[in-house]
């Protein structure tokens, strides 16, 4: 088996692997290199999992053991990218293509789940019951918010959308915003624009709803409803089109 039969493999049935195996097989897809060069414990610490399931991986592919998968990617490595950014002849753009759509189909897929569920039915309860809605983000989450904005603007819902940084938001917190409800968009746990709007938010009376990918983050502590969504890892670019589902989902909970 060589470097592309693997990536194949991993790329066709990534959404079908166990969760843990998901995180082992992104690293290998993700950080190609860093297989050829670092120890197994090494890479299962960058992947955020154990070292016996580094060896499960390899297992799954029909290797005897990890070092064989890691001598295969050790034999190619003059053909593999430097940088992230980097095009090889094994990883052309429409491998990394491939990648992000696994990577996407994979965090759709936990939108559905229970918890999902029930985090979004507390959302749009929340949203329900107020008489204003603010959604916010920066950069490319201000897209998220634009897009529910829209959405519940059309369903005749008093709602807008800002960017995190507006200062004209932050002058308006400044007053009694209660009846207010603030859905703040934080894919990055340092997002300090989102979290100091949504902290401000919080302390005029208004509620806070954060959908973070990480459910210890600032934005979520302070947050009344927390939707958690599972972000990409991203091969060129991250990715909103979780986040985007998710506030569609919490909409139609309206």
């Not at 049935?13 to 860093?34: G, T």
């Not at 094994?90 to 189909?105: D, E, F, W």
Request: charged share 20%; aromatic share 4%.
């Amino acid at each position: 088996m060589d470097m592309i039969a693997i990536s194949d493999l991993l790329l066709s049935h990534f959404n079908k692997l166990p969760p843990q195996l998901k995180f082992a097989a992104s690293y290998v897809l993700e950080h190609p290199r860093d297989v050829a060069l670092l120890s197994m414990r090494s890479q299962a610490r960058s992947a955020g999992v154990s070292h016996s399931t580094m060896m499960r991986l390899a297992e799954w592919l029909g290797l005897e053991g990890y070092e064989a998968l890691r001598v295969i990617y050790a034999n190619n490595l003059r053909y593999l990218p430097e940088t992230e950014g980097d095009v090889s002849p094994i990883q052309p753009p429409a491998y990394r293509a491939r990648l992000m759509a696994n990577h996407v189909a994979a965090s759709l897929s936990q939108l559905d789940n229970q918890r999902s569920a029930e985090q979004q039915s507390a959302a749009a309860a929340l949203l329900q019951d107020a008489r204003e809605i603010w959604c916010v983000g920066s950069c490319l989450e201000k897209v998220v918010a634009d897009c529910l904005a829209q959405t519940l603007a059309e369903r005749e819902l008093s709602a807008q959308s800002f960017d995190a940084g507006d200062e004209s938001a932050v002058s308006q917190l400044r007053e009694n915003r209660t009846g207010l409800a603030l859905l703040a968009v934080g894919l990055h746990s340092g997002d300090c624009p989102t979290v100091r709007l949504a902290t401000l938010a919080s302390r005029s009376g208004a509620k806070v709803i954060a959908v973070t990918n990480y459910e210890k983050s600032a934005l979520a502590r302070i947050a009344d409803e927390t939707v958690l969504v599972e972000a990409p890892i991203p091969s060129t670019f991250p990715s909103m089109v979780p986040a985007i589902a998710a506030v569609e989902m919490i909409a139609a909970r309206l």
